[in-house]
């Protein structure tokens, strides 16, 4: 497996991001730089060091009554399913998840894999709000 990772640079001030994620605006869709709030855009990308993998139980939650209303997805993890694996382990991490998703089948059930992030205990972490 041959995960990677994207890097990003600030296109408006030169802000050094590094492995450091991009912001995504949805209202104009680009990338903007976390630090000054600028242009921002891939740079490469950079193996993935590490994964953590979980299963997520999902529902779907009421947003609210704009535009005759809607709906976003929400998930709890199950805690006994979170395992964090190093690049070392990419094989035992592949067998893992199809382990995990023949134990864990159904259209109520979510499986993530995170790429150098720790697995979640629920989503979304914030809110949503219409816009």
Request: charged share 25%; hydrophobic share 30%; aromatic share 12%.
């Amino acid at each position: 497996m041959d995960a990677m990772l994207d890097t990003f640079v600030c296109d408006a001030q030169g802000c050094y991001l590094g492995d450091r994620a991009a912001d995504y605006d949805e209202d104009s869709e680009t990338l903007k730089c976390p630090r000054c709030g600028g242009a921002a855009s891939v740079s490469g990308e950079r193996p993935t060091k590490w994964a953590s993998v979980a299963v997520y139980e999902t529902y779907s939650q009421y947003g609210g009554p704009e535009e005759g209303g809607w709906w976003y997805d929400c998930g709890r993890v199950i805690p006994e399913t979170i395992r964090s694996y190093t690049d070392q382990d990419w094989k035992e991490m592949e067998d893992y998840i199809l382990l995990l998703r023949s134990r864990y089948p159904g259209p109520d059930i979510s499986l993530r894999v995170l790429q150098e992030q720790a697995a979640v205990q629920s989503f979304p972490t914030t809110t949503p709000r219409y816009s």
